[in-house]
């Protein structure tokens, strides 16, 4: 019986961003759970492929679908095409992000804009129109991608910090306004996680390296696939009360001040 409060089979997840990396991850988790994945990418059809046929290798049921999420009219037309075709979504993942690394005194302001459009903006925009039928069908799970930048502040990082913290905002007022709809608004804060975006600084003696096995008290980076538990938490019953949460899967990070210089 407790295992059925975690039973997303047959669960249709739409998972932006989910051709690579953690969004990746996430979706192979929820597909490994037996969710049936709407794939999302916007830089090309192939890699959106290549991706669908990957998730199909392992046995997970998926389509693929090319929109820009930034874009109202390109959302509006994907949601109602693969409510169509594929069925009511019962899962979002708002993952699809960007980060520019500028510091605020350099930065173009086109470039600012750019990155609140795709990780702010996008949310909101997805959102708004994969919502309307859950709340006609009074179900439905959102699960916003937020980062421990919706907490704490890092060099370079201004508008991603910016965005994320917004982000972290946005879910707490989408869990005000809908839970009264039986749906369930909550983020997931990823710390640092052992991709192959990260392999280059994953070296022994790199300097960004050790910070993070020095300032994780788990000492060491996440795997992708640590993502999972929580990703089907919050797309499950066993989530039913849970709304307007950011659940930090972090080792611990933002548990603590870190370790003085002295200390091993």
Not at 139 to 167: F, H, P, T, W
Request: aromatic content about 6%; some cysteine; proline content about 3%.
């Amino acid at each position: 019986m407790a295992l059925d409060l975690f039973d997303i089979k047959g669960k249709v997840a739409l998972v932006t961003g989910s051709t690579h990396g953690l969004g990746m991850a996430i979706a192979k988790g929820l597909g490994k759970a037996g969710a049936t994945l709407v794939v999302n990418g916007n830089s090309s059809q192939q890699k959106i492929d290549a991706a669908v046929k990957a998730y199909k290798s392992e046995g997970m049921k998926a389509f693929g679908y090319r929109f820009n999420v930034a874009d109202e009219t390109e959302v509006m037309e994907a949601v109602a095409k693969i409510q169509r075709e594929v069925g009511p979504i019962d899962i979002l993942v708002n993952n699809a992000g960007i980060i520019k690394r500028t510091p605020l005194e350099e930065m173009e302001v086109a470039d600012f804009r750019q990155v609140i459009d795709i990780d702010l903006v996008s949310p909101f925009i997805v959102s708004k129109h994969v919502v309307k039928s859950m709340i006609a069908r009074k179900q439905g799970k959102i699960i916003n991608i937020c980062s421990m930048m919706s907490e704490l502040g890092r060099d370079s990082v201004g508008a991603y910090a910016a965005a994320k913290g917004g982000l972290k905002m946005l879910t707490k007022n989408m869990a005000t306004e809908w839970a009264k709809h039986n749906i369930q608004t909550n983020g997931i804060g990823p710390g640092y996680f052992a991709t192959s975006q990260t392999a280059p600084i994953r070296v022994e003696g790199h300097p960004f390296n050790d910070f993070i096995i020095n300032r994780t008290p788990a000492a060491k980076w996440g795997d992708p696939d640590d993502l999972s538990g929580a990703a089907i938490f919050l797309s499950s019953k066993a989530s039913d009360f849970v709304n307007g949460h950011i659940l930090y899967v972090d080792g611990g990070i933002l548990a603590t001040i870190g370790k003085p210089s002295n200390e091993n």
